[in-house]
Nanobody, 127 residues
Framework: QVQLVESGGGLVQAGGSLRLSCAAS????????MGWFRQAPGKEREFVAA????????YFADSVKGRCTISRDNAKNTAYLQMNSLKPEDTAVYYC????????????????????WGKGTLVTVSL
């Protein structure tokens, strides 16, 4: 079992930046791929970004590519999502996720999701 706790959400003006953190606990969490998904009001949950267990590979949704970076510090069992140039349409609850499966491409997590989920942190971007 892996437990995930997000932090760092809040209210930010358009064009601003936020860094989300995800603290993971569990014996093997450092060997899991990790990712971020989001769910805007009235919309389905969507993939944002994923990172391989060792941080060597990353993958982003087209909607955030070039504006976000994902990273992890396995010594701290923490993953991060740095979001820049935020837009009102980035407003959503952001969920951290983790998965023990290894795919040939991180894009599989965009299609199939991940196994473990945090409870989410709200990001609100105002005009």
């Amino acid at each position: 079992q892996v437990q995930l706790v997000e932090s760092g959400g809040g209210l930010v003006q358009a064009g601003g930046s936020l860094r989300l953190s995800c603290a993971a606990s569990g014996r093997t969490s450092s060997s899991y791929a990790m990712g971020w998904f989001r769910q805007a009001p009235g919309k389905e949950r969507e993939f944002v970004a994923a990172i391989s267990w060792n941080g060597g590979n990353t993958y982003f949704a087209d909607s955030v590519k070039g504006r976000c970076t994902i990273s992890r510090d396995n010594a701290k069992n923490t993953a991060y999502l740095q979001m820049n140039s935020l837009k009102p349409e980035d407003t959503a609850v952001y969920y951290c996720a983790a998965d023990p499966r290894v795919y040939s491409s991180l894009s599989y997590y965009q299609r199939y999701g991940m196994d473990y989920w945090g409870k989410g942190t709200l990001v609100t971007v105002s005009l």
